[in-house]
Protein backbone atom coordinates (compact mmCIF):
# COMPACT_ATOMS: atom_id res chain seq x y z
CA UNK A 1 0.00 0.00 0.00
CA UNK A 2 1.01 3.56 -0.64
CA UNK A 3 -1.10 4.78 1.86
CA UNK A 4 -1.78 8.50 1.78
CA UNK A 5 -0.28 10.19 -1.20
CA UNK A 6 -0.04 14.02 -2.61
CA UNK A 7 1.44 15.97 -5.80
CA UNK A 8 2.74 18.65 -5.48
CA UNK A 9 5.45 18.54 -3.09
CA UNK A 10 5.92 22.23 -3.29
CA UNK A 11 4.73 24.97 -5.26
CA UNK A 12 5.03 28.73 -5.73
CA UNK A 13 2.49 30.36 -7.16
CA UNK A 14 1.55 33.79 -7.78
CA UNK A 15 -1.27 35.44 -6.28
CA UNK A 16 -4.57 35.19 -8.42
CA UNK A 17 -3.35 31.75 -10.00
CA UNK A 18 -5.35 28.76 -9.37
CA UNK A 19 -4.38 25.58 -8.82
CA UNK A 20 -5.45 21.98 -7.43
CA UNK A 21 -3.74 20.01 -5.02
CA UNK A 22 -4.14 15.85 -5.80
CA UNK A 23 -4.42 13.64 -2.95
CA UNK A 24 -4.98 9.86 -3.10
CA UNK A 25 -5.19 7.08 -0.94
CA UNK A 26 -5.16 2.90 -1.50
CA UNK A 27 -6.73 1.80 2.01
CA UNK A 28 -10.51 1.97 1.00
CA UNK A 29 -10.88 4.82 3.91
CA UNK A 30 -14.02 6.83 3.47
CA UNK A 31 -13.09 10.08 5.40
CA UNK A 32 -10.95 12.07 4.05
CA UNK A 33 -9.67 15.49 4.81
CA UNK A 34 -7.89 18.23 4.00
CA UNK A 35 -5.60 20.55 6.62
CA UNK A 36 -3.31 23.29 6.61
CA UNK A 37 -0.88 23.43 8.96
CA UNK A 38 1.15 26.71 9.86
CA UNK A 39 3.24 28.24 12.32
CA UNK A 40 1.98 28.37 16.39
CA UNK A 41 -1.29 27.11 15.08
CA UNK A 42 -2.47 23.68 14.93
CA UNK A 43 -3.16 21.64 12.37
CA UNK A 44 -6.88 23.48 11.05
CA UNK A 45 -9.41 21.68 8.38
CA UNK A 46 -10.06 23.30 5.84
CA UNK A 47 -12.78 20.26 3.76
CA UNK A 48 -13.37 16.85 4.37
CA UNK A 49 -15.16 14.12 2.60
CA UNK A 50 -17.49 11.19 4.18
CA UNK A 51 -17.51 9.25 0.93
CA UNK A 52 -17.86 9.60 -2.94
CA UNK A 53 -20.12 12.79 -3.45
CA UNK A 54 -20.31 14.03 -0.01
CA UNK A 55 -18.11 17.34 0.95
CA UNK A 56 -18.34 19.57 3.64
CA UNK A 57 -16.67 22.27 4.99
CA UNK A 58 -14.79 22.46 7.77
CA UNK A 59 -13.30 25.41 10.24
CA UNK A 60 -11.08 27.41 7.13
CA UNK A 61 -12.98 26.59 3.57
CA UNK A 62 -13.08 29.77 2.55
CA UNK A 63 -10.62 30.31 -0.71
CA UNK A 64 -11.14 26.62 -1.35
CA UNK A 65 -13.28 23.69 -3.05
CA UNK A 66 -13.25 20.16 -3.27
CA UNK A 67 -14.74 17.41 -4.98
CA UNK A 68 -14.62 13.49 -4.13
CA UNK A 69 -16.10 11.67 -7.67
CA UNK A 70 -14.22 8.29 -5.90
CA UNK A 71 -13.36 6.96 -2.79
CA UNK A 72 -9.24 6.94 -3.48
CA UNK A 73 -8.98 10.80 -4.35
CA UNK A 74 -10.02 13.89 -2.95
CA UNK A 75 -8.84 17.02 -4.91
CA UNK A 76 -7.77 19.99 -3.39
CA UNK A 77 -8.83 23.66 -5.64
CA UNK A 78 -7.68 27.27 -5.00
CA UNK A 79 -9.42 29.18 -6.61
CA UNK A 80 -7.71 32.51 -6.51
CA UNK A 81 -4.38 32.06 -4.57
CA UNK A 82 -3.49 34.95 -1.69
CA UNK A 83 -0.28 35.40 0.02
CA UNK A 84 -2.86 34.03 3.14
CA UNK A 85 -2.83 30.46 1.80
CA UNK A 86 1.25 29.66 1.82
CA UNK A 87 1.17 27.04 4.26
CA UNK A 88 1.87 23.47 4.58
CA UNK A 89 -1.24 21.21 3.24
CA UNK A 90 -2.02 17.76 4.22
CA UNK A 91 -4.02 15.44 3.27
CA UNK A 92 -5.50 12.51 5.56
CA UNK A 93 -7.71 9.43 5.61
CA UNK A 94 -9.00 7.27 7.89
CA UNK A 95 -11.71 4.34 8.07
CA UNK A 96 -15.40 4.48 9.62
CA UNK A 97 -17.43 6.20 11.90
CA UNK A 98 -15.37 5.38 15.02
CA UNK A 99 -13.84 8.08 17.07
CA UNK A 100 -10.93 5.73 17.95
CA UNK A 101 -9.74 4.94 14.23
CA UNK A 102 -6.33 6.34 13.12
CA UNK A 103 -6.16 9.23 11.03
CA UNK A 104 -3.55 8.52 8.12
CA UNK A 105 -1.70 11.82 6.91
CA UNK A 106 -0.40 12.42 3.49
CA UNK A 107 3.70 13.86 3.18
CA UNK A 108 2.52 17.13 2.51
CA UNK A 109 2.55 20.25 0.14
CA UNK A 110 4.30 23.02 0.80
CA UNK A 111 2.89 26.15 -0.83
CA UNK A 112 3.75 29.41 -1.47
CA UNK A 113 2.12 32.61 -2.67
CA UNK A 114 4.10 35.22 -3.38
CA UNK B 1 -8.72 30.23 24.97
CA UNK B 2 -7.60 27.60 22.61
CA UNK B 3 -9.81 24.03 22.52
CA UNK B 4 -6.58 22.13 22.84
CA UNK B 5 -3.50 23.79 24.23
CA UNK B 6 -0.13 22.48 24.64
CA UNK B 7 3.47 23.98 25.80
CA UNK B 8 5.28 24.68 22.37
CA UNK B 9 8.34 24.12 24.35
CA UNK B 10 11.33 23.14 23.41
CA UNK B 11 12.10 20.72 26.33
CA UNK B 12 15.74 20.18 25.77
CA UNK B 13 16.50 17.05 27.77
CA UNK B 14 19.90 14.37 27.92
CA UNK B 15 19.54 11.10 26.54
CA UNK B 16 18.15 8.84 28.78
CA UNK B 17 16.29 10.81 31.02
CA UNK B 18 12.12 11.29 31.07
CA UNK B 19 10.44 14.01 30.26
CA UNK B 20 6.55 13.94 30.54
CA UNK B 21 3.83 16.82 27.88
CA UNK B 22 0.82 17.58 28.96
CA UNK B 23 -2.17 18.93 27.03
CA UNK B 24 -5.31 20.72 28.57
CA UNK B 25 -8.38 20.39 26.57
CA UNK B 26 -11.63 22.64 27.25
CA UNK B 27 -14.36 20.93 26.03
CA UNK B 28 -15.88 18.36 28.16
CA UNK B 29 -17.68 16.55 25.51
CA UNK B 30 -14.73 15.21 23.96
CA UNK B 31 -14.84 12.26 23.35
CA UNK B 32 -11.16 10.65 22.52
CA UNK B 33 -7.86 11.60 22.43
CA UNK B 34 -4.83 10.55 20.63
CA UNK B 35 -0.72 11.38 20.29
CA UNK B 36 0.72 11.87 17.47
CA UNK B 37 4.75 12.89 16.47
CA UNK B 38 5.60 15.00 13.79
CA UNK B 39 8.91 15.26 12.66
CA UNK B 40 10.77 18.30 11.12
CA UNK B 41 9.30 18.82 7.89
CA UNK B 42 6.64 15.54 7.47
CA UNK B 43 3.63 14.40 7.87
CA UNK B 44 2.02 13.49 11.87
CA UNK B 45 2.25 9.85 12.54
CA UNK B 46 -0.03 8.24 15.25
CA UNK B 47 2.07 7.39 18.06
CA UNK B 48 -0.87 6.31 20.94
CA UNK B 49 -4.50 6.13 22.00
CA UNK B 50 -5.04 7.35 25.25
CA UNK B 51 -7.34 5.45 27.23
CA UNK B 52 -9.53 6.41 30.10
CA UNK B 53 -7.30 3.48 31.82
CA UNK B 54 -4.17 5.13 30.34
CA UNK B 55 -1.80 2.53 28.21
CA UNK B 56 1.86 1.89 27.82
CA UNK B 57 3.68 1.16 24.93
CA UNK B 58 7.30 0.29 25.44
CA UNK B 59 8.95 3.65 27.13
CA UNK B 60 5.57 5.92 26.49
CA UNK B 61 2.81 6.09 28.70
CA UNK B 62 -0.20 8.45 27.86
CA UNK B 63 -2.55 8.80 30.65
CA UNK B 64 -6.58 10.96 30.39
CA UNK B 65 -7.19 12.86 33.34
CA UNK B 66 -11.42 13.38 32.48
CA UNK B 67 -11.91 15.50 36.04
CA UNK B 68 -8.52 18.31 35.17
CA UNK B 69 -9.32 18.06 31.27
CA UNK B 70 -6.15 16.75 30.24
CA UNK B 71 -4.29 14.20 28.92
CA UNK B 72 -0.12 13.38 29.38
CA UNK B 73 2.40 11.64 27.43
CA UNK B 74 5.22 10.31 29.17
CA UNK B 75 9.11 8.79 27.83
CA UNK B 76 11.00 7.14 30.26
CA UNK B 77 14.95 6.27 28.67
CA UNK B 78 14.69 8.88 25.67
CA UNK B 79 16.51 8.25 22.75
CA UNK B 80 18.32 10.55 20.24
CA UNK B 81 15.64 9.40 17.72
CA UNK B 82 12.50 10.33 19.78
CA UNK B 83 13.62 14.47 19.06
CA UNK B 84 10.30 15.69 17.09
CA UNK B 85 7.00 17.81 17.81
CA UNK B 86 4.39 15.39 19.78
CA UNK B 87 0.88 16.65 18.96
CA UNK B 88 -1.86 16.38 20.90
CA UNK B 89 -5.04 15.26 18.98
CA UNK B 90 -8.82 15.35 20.83
CA UNK B 91 -11.33 13.93 19.38
CA UNK B 92 -15.53 15.35 20.32
CA UNK B 93 -18.98 14.72 18.35
CA UNK B 94 -19.93 18.00 16.53
CA UNK B 95 -22.27 16.19 13.72
CA UNK B 96 -19.18 14.34 13.13
CA UNK B 97 -16.05 13.70 14.47
CA UNK B 98 -14.00 16.78 14.56
CA UNK B 99 -10.39 16.55 15.28
CA UNK B 100 -8.98 19.45 16.93
CA UNK B 101 -4.83 19.33 16.89
CA UNK B 102 -2.64 20.78 19.60
CA UNK B 103 0.33 23.15 18.19
CA UNK B 104 2.18 20.66 19.65
CA UNK B 105 5.28 20.30 21.91
CA UNK B 106 8.70 20.21 20.86
CA UNK B 107 11.32 17.78 22.14
CA UNK B 108 14.90 17.64 21.27
CA UNK B 109 16.78 14.91 23.10
CA UNK B 110 20.57 15.86 23.41
CA UNK B 111 23.43 13.28 23.15
Known amino acids: NAGVTQTPKFQVLKTGQSMTLQCAQD?????MSWYRQDPGMGLRLIHYSVGAGITDQGEVPNGYNVSRSTTEDFPLRLLSAAPSQTSVYFCASRKGRSAYNEQFFGPGTRLTVL | RKEVEQDPGPFNVPEGATVAFNCTYSNSASQSFFWYRQDCRKEPKLLMS???SGNEDGRFTAQLNRASQYISLLIRDSKLSDSATYLCVVIRVSGTYKYIFGTGTRLKVLA
Open chain 1, 27 to 31: MNHEY
Open chain 2, 50 to 52: VYS
